[in-house]
């Protein structure tokens, strides 16, 4: 059982920390002629053109990041599928640089390379036959790749999980790992679990706002469920399930799982990779349901203590802001200049307390369990004072760990970025990596990563319903810690989000379906 052998986890995130002499010594050059297709194209099987009169989630954005006070009852139909799909991995923006064109997605990724890929599989619904779909948001199209109702078969691999086995459908995202290897190599593992966090973030946020039921599931059997994708587990990668819709649609009927292998388009004419992607993956698989069930049963007791911290600033004050969902994920950008104007200390507690507020999965045990810890610095909060800060989601709070002036800290630990400088907060969102190894094994590293995607998406959506902006910026790990200690001397920093106030006018973006046909021949 390799996933209990944690220094892989522990080796691979060593090996890809960035340094302050790892960037100046370790020099890479972007070969261009071998840059991926951002999209992955079915050749020979049928598309089925999606509706483009989908309904759009009009909930207050705020109200998305709630539990809802009641579920819906209600079946889900092909248009609801449309909505769903569009807002956790459509395209909101196209844009022409010299000769090439970029579509740029609804969630955010790290270099918008998007190596992240969505497939469903459903019951019987109103006006969609049962099976497996994979989706094309480039010409808003589905492809169906198995028929038949396997809801309770995939459930037997996910720990014979009910939201599987009797909701309605269940989201599989995947990573095809070249296209963000391309830029960042062998660091860009972790990228996997950040831009499919994200866009879990959007999903979960559009099923609160139409009051779905949702589950997140990162323990799985991953050869049977990347078998039942019909990809090799190697260049593409299940990495997480998402189930929607009320969990009473029941069907117990066990199927056979065929291998597939059906053509696709190329990516590009070669591939570079890297063994030491693979040896993580592979060693932070789960390889029978014995496996799932006993990290099921470790989540059960959750992760987050209460802490012994101080409490330094009771936070109150929540902005009340009114914006439908929808507008809130089409001004979505990454903002790329930050002004020097300070947020109000309600903007931050907004995002602080709707960011952490939560997430319905298998590998933690209620809303209130987190393996994400946040630390901060403030450039520019108004009635805050400038400094370094923790977080305290149980008592809702701050811990004031250094008073200062530390924008060029900021700046600095975000690889020497300027968007670090200029922003009015930088968000780390760290992590007790040995403990959450010692837990759930290698597999907590992936859970690690993909909860901290999770809350930077939600931190992104709720910056942009406050009219500020926001943007993910890589960092220098070891620094991170360091500057937070002593207080964060057991902990890893997982990702970066820096908020503020955009200094120019971003276009909002639009909604595009069939923006682009792929050429197969």
Known sequence: MPNKEINYALKFHEITKHSYI???????????????????????????????????????????FKIPEHFSEEDIDLKKVAELLYFTAGISRVKKYGTEFYYFRVAPATGALYSTEVYFFCKDLRDLSAGLYHFDPAEFVITKIRDGDYRYTISKFCGNDESVAYSPLTFIFTSIGWRNVWKYRIRSYRHWFWDSGTMIANLISVANSENLEYKVILSFVDKEINKFLGIDGRKECALALVSIGKPKFKNEEIKNIEEINYKTLPLSKREVEYKEIYEVHENSSLYSINEVLELRNEAKTGFYKESKYKCDIKLSGEKNVKIPLWKVILKRGSTRKFSLKPIQLEDLYTILKYATGGINCDFLRDYNDTLIEIYFIANAVERLESGAYYFNKELNCLETLKKGKFRSVAGYLCLEQDLGYEASVVFFLMNNLNETLKKFGNRGYRMAQLEAGIIAGKIYLISYTLNLGATGLTFYDDDITNFFSPHASNKSNMMVVAVGYPAYKAKEGQIYTGVLEHKTK
Do not use: G, M, Q
């Not at 020099?27 to 991926?36: A, C, E, F």
């Open 22 to 64: 790892s960037v100046r010594t370790d020099r890479y050059y972007l070969d261009w002629s071998i840059k991926p297709y951002p999209f992955k194209v079915y050749i020979d099987l049928p598309k089925i053109h999606l509706p483009k009169d989908f309904p759009k989630p009009e909930k207050n954005a705020l109200d998305c």
